[in-house]
């Protein structure tokens, strides 16, 4: 089937807004360094041993992001997506809440837990019940303003709590070359917009390739996170199905189910999100990997960012370049990537008694 999406009038087809975030990235991440610089750290967050992200979906990825980023830290990270926390959490766990809408029953329940078992406690939202519950608790709040998607909220749900845990030293941020970053970005931008033909630019070009597939993304162990963001993405955005694996795991168990139904690895497309700081082995991996792909002709696609500076900023590039690609896949998909009625669907029946 063929597919143009390079005639598409976006904002005729109820788009202008999410292509407006998607380019408005950069001025977010701006704005969410400015509110973390300007939040002072309590002193008795100091004396933590453990954080943990509480958070769900699109928020909550921002936390499994930051614990991909802060794999040399002495202090432990763990990330919760449910309505209650470990056993473990006491007086000396940082309990970080991420929720755009502030209103995720699974992280008030958690927030809520945390406070129950005395963990000091910190959420960052737009407002809703989850900045009530911190003046309940007297627990530090940092808002932010963005009337969208949480899904198109992450350069605030990422930015400030890592520039926060920089402060206490379990990540590393360097101004200079957050600056040098935002110029990759809008580099980057520039080709991933919508009129940018699909001939030259990368995201349609994704796109097309994913259409009509079942889509398996596979990441190293460093960037996992970003594999399941783009899963995620995909999923919601598109209403395309796809999962994501992790190597080395991949190689242990995935790799082996490829041999059957030998008349639907066609159905499937590959792809490997892969980081310029993987470690020798890794690469190697993904070398065979993608060999062993090659020889059973499933289609595939590796995708890497050589011109990112260190993690950080390789991470915001793939997000923006995760964004576009999806919203892409939508088109050609003919669905609206902001609605997404079974999403609600669950969510109206949790809220019937």
Do not use: W
Not at 280 to 292: F, G, L, M, P, V
């Amino acid at each position: 089937m063929n597919i143009n999406i390079d005639k598409i009038d976006y904002k005729s087809r109820g788009l202008g807004k999410m292509v407006g975030d998607l380019l408005s990235f950069t001025d977010y991440l701006r704005e969410a360094k400015k509110i973390a610089e300007n939040f002072a750290l309590p002193s008795y967050f100091i004396n933590c041993n453990r954080i943990i992200f509480v958070g769900m979906g699109a928020s909550g990825i921002a936390g499994k992001i930051i614990k991909n980023l802060a794999s040399e830290s002495k202090i432990p990270l763990e990330v919760v997506s449910d309505y209650k926390l470990p056993a473990f959490v006491d007086k000396n766990t940082f309990v970080i809440a991420l929720t755009h809408s502030g209103d995720t029953e699974e992280v008030l329940s958690s927030f809520v837990d945390g406070y129950q078992k005395g963990a000091k406690l910190m959420a960052i939202s737009t407002g809703g019940r989850i900045a009530s519950l911190c003046r309940k608790f007297s627990a530090p709040f940092i808002g932010y303003q963005l009337d969208t998607e949480p899904k198109l909220a992450i350069g605030y749900l990422l930015m400030i709590p890592y520039i926060v845990l920089s402060k206490l030293g379990v990540v590393d941020f360097s101004n200079q070359n957050f600056e040098d970053l935002l110029i990759l970005l809008g580099k980057q931008t520039e080709k991933l917009k919508p009129d940018c033909h699909s001939a030259t630019n990368p995201a349609k070009d994704l796109a097309l390739r994913m259409h009509g597939k079942l889509i398996q993304i596979v990441g190293s162990a460093n960037i996992a996170s970003l594999a399941e963001r783009f899963s995620q993405a995909i999923n919601e955005d598109a209403k395309n199905f796809a999962n994501f694996a992790v190597i080395p795991d991949i190689n242990h168990n995935l790799i082996a189910g490829l041999e059957h139904p030998k008349d639907k690895t066609s159905d499937i497309y590959f792809l490997s999100l892969e980081s310029k700081f993987s470690s020798a082995e890794i690469k190697k991996r993904e070398n065979i990997t993608s060999a062993i792909l090659d020889r059973k002709r499933i289609d595939h696609l590796r995708i890497s960012f050589p011109e990112a500076i260190d993690p950080l900023s390789e991470t915001i590039l793939a997000i923006n370049f995760i964004g576009f690609s999806a919203l892409y896949l939508a088109v050609a998909n003919k669905v609206d990537p902001i609605s997404c009625e079974m999403v609600t669907l669950v969510k109206n029946e949790m809220s019937k008694n």
